[in-house]
């Protein structure tokens, strides 16, 4: 079965834009720059249009979202958990995988939300542990210890299989679809049993991937921007220089781009190496230093309090996802009704949103390094383990952070500080200066690092979605552009509104591709059942 019966994606055969889809190449860049330019043309407009749209959007779909990432979940748990689906392999018959599974999870685990806990495996426990929805009801008391076990309840929600499902389902229907019936591997591809290959094939196939680059630009985009954030937290608590925080002790905006500006360079370096050398090499040093931390927290942190916030929050977790996936609370105009709607649309659906914004590219990136695993396996490692990984993140930096806020050793800095310098602020009352300064530096290589495998992955996964799933096309000039367009959004956004419109932004532009992941949920199941009856 050739792709090129079923899905034809027309390239160029010469000039700049040689092997790519001119239309899918250039659409995003004049459609990102004329939103730029207007951004920074009419700046007070723009952070307020955004703002606005933002809470429209929250208001009008906000229930889409909760409802469709649990349909996420449900195909991938039910397409690995069936004994016929789960034995399916991506790939030809007998076809071994390419990377080791230590690289495998590393890349997976690295792309899809190293920077993540970075910045939420303290802040994440900690603004739970302060409040949530059981404390909006009055259940439990902010920064209580009768209130750890719902803290973690919902900051596992969060990191947990949801976010995953996100990536996998994504992931999983390009990779069959790829390998398995011989088709481009790119965004478009899982559709082709619902709309058709002629459809799949022109101006609406066009249009989804097109989509899905902005999506990529945008999910990416507000990493980094939390990111550079604590980079910028953290070379502070290295260097003690004042002029990298402002009155509030935030990340002053200088600062921000300064560090925006590293880590863009150095990402266009690793992409334009590849995924076998840079992206390979900079995943493994990730996992190798988060190991590290992770057994430092595990060592002098708080033991007593991870072990039981890992194991009671994933029983808590379990028993309570299927309410926590599927329950909207709406503004009924009381002050609980108000406060679960503003809770819920300022984490849960902000959260959605950005995986779902992610998928795009991190779905595909696990399609590419996962050739070879049978889907069950597929699952297990995407879904199953890399939440586990989260877990336990969560139940040793973000343990020993409210063990320090219980035993008054804290005294609220680490409630009450900006959420890029919490982890920095744990260190600090857990070490000696000088000791506190030594690991922030491997924080701050771990974090750079883990910038970067983001960043590098998603400029040539762009680049493989516009040269119709061509993993071969490098273009170093292509790399290089897409490396400042990242960098421009990130920038000119910063400045617009700072991190409120990069979440503004990033809410918005993933609700079209939310529609393409339902869509490539139901191609997926439809295309395995038509295979299996074959």
């Avoid at 879904?383 to 952070?401: D, N, P, Q, R, Y």
Wanted: charge should be neutral; aromatic fraction near 14%; charged fraction near 10%.
């Amino acid at each position: 079965m050739s792709d090129k019966h079923f899905v034809d994606i027309k390239v160029a055969q010469k000039g700049i834009y040689e092997g790519f889809n001119t239309l899918i190449a250039v659409t995003p860049k004049l459609l990102l720059g004329a939103f730029l330019l207007w951004a920074i043309l009419d700046q007070v407009n723009a952070a307020n249009t955004l703002d606005s749209l933002n809470k429209w959007t929250t208001t009008t779909f906000g229930g889409w979202y909760v409802w469709v990432t649990a349909f996420y979940v449900v195909v991938c748990l039910l397409l690995a958990l069936w004994p016929t689906t789960g034995r399916v392999i991506l790939g030809k018959p007998g076809e071994k995988p390419e990377f080791s599974r230590f690289s495998w999870f590393s890349m997976m685990f690295g792309a899809g939300i190293g920077v993540g806990m970075l910045t939420y495996s303290t802040a994440e426990p900690i603004f739970h542990f302060a409040a949530n929805p059981d404390t909006i009801m009055g259940a439990t008391t902010g920064l209580d210890a009768d209130n750890v076990r719902n803290a973690y309840k919902w900051a596992f929600l969060h990191y947990g299989l949801t976010p995953w499902a996100c990536y996998g389902i994504v992931g999983m229907s390009m990779g069959y679809f790829a390998y398995n019936r011989g088709m481009p591997l790119t965004i478009r591809t899982p559709l082709q049993p619902l709309l058709g290959s002629k459809i799949t094939s022109g101006r609406v196939g066009d249009f989804i991937d097109i989509v899905a680059i902005i999506a990529t630009i945008i999910g990416v985009s507000v990493t980094i921007g939390y990111g550079v954030s604590q980079f910028t937290s953290g070379f502070y608590n290295i260097t003690g220089f004042e002029w990298l925080l402002n009155d509030q002790d935030k990340p002053t905006l200088y600062a921000r781009l300064g560090a925006l500006i590293i880590v863009i360079a150095a990402s266009t370096w690793s992409a334009i190496t590849g995924v076998e050398k840079g992206i390979k090499w900079l995943s493994n040093l990730n996992m190798g230093l988060s190991i590290f931390l992770l057994l430092f927290f595990a060592i002098f942190g708080a033991t007593a309090v991870a072990f039981k916030a890992y194991f009671f929050g994933i029983w808590d977790y379990i028993t309570a996802l299927p309410s926590m996936s599927l329950t909207v609370w709406e503004n009924d105009g009381t002050e609980i009704g108000k406060g679960l709607a503003d809770w819920q649309a300022g984490w849960t659906i902000f959260y959605w949103a950005w995986w779902i914004a992610f998928a795009p590219f991190v779905g595909l990136f696990l399609a590419r390094v996962s050739r070879g695993r049978s889907i069950r396996e597929y699952v297990l490692g995407a879904m199953i383990v890399s939440s586990l990984m989260c877990f336990t993140w969560f139940a040793l930096a973000g343990g020993t952070a409210i063990d320090l806020e219980l035993r008054g050793i804290a005294d609220g800095s680490i409630v009450n500080a900006n959420i890029s310098a919490q982890l920095f602020e744990t260190i600090n009352l857990m070490l000696s200066p000088e000791l506190a300064v030594a690991m922030s530096v491997v924080i701050v290589i771990l974090l750079l690092t883990y910038l970067v495998t983001s960043a590098d992955s998603a400029i040539l996964i762009i680049n493989t979605i516009a040269s119709a799933g061509d993993q071969s096309q490098k273009h170093p000039f292509h790399i290089v552009v897409w490396g400042c367009i990242y960098a421009a959004v990130i920038g000119i956004l910063l400045i617009v509104g700072g991190m409120d419109a990069l979440r503004s932004a990033m809410l918005i532009g993933a609700l079209p591709f939310s529609i393409v992941m339902a869509l490539m949920g139901l191609g997926m199941i439809k295309s395995i059942v038509i295979d299996k009856k074959r």
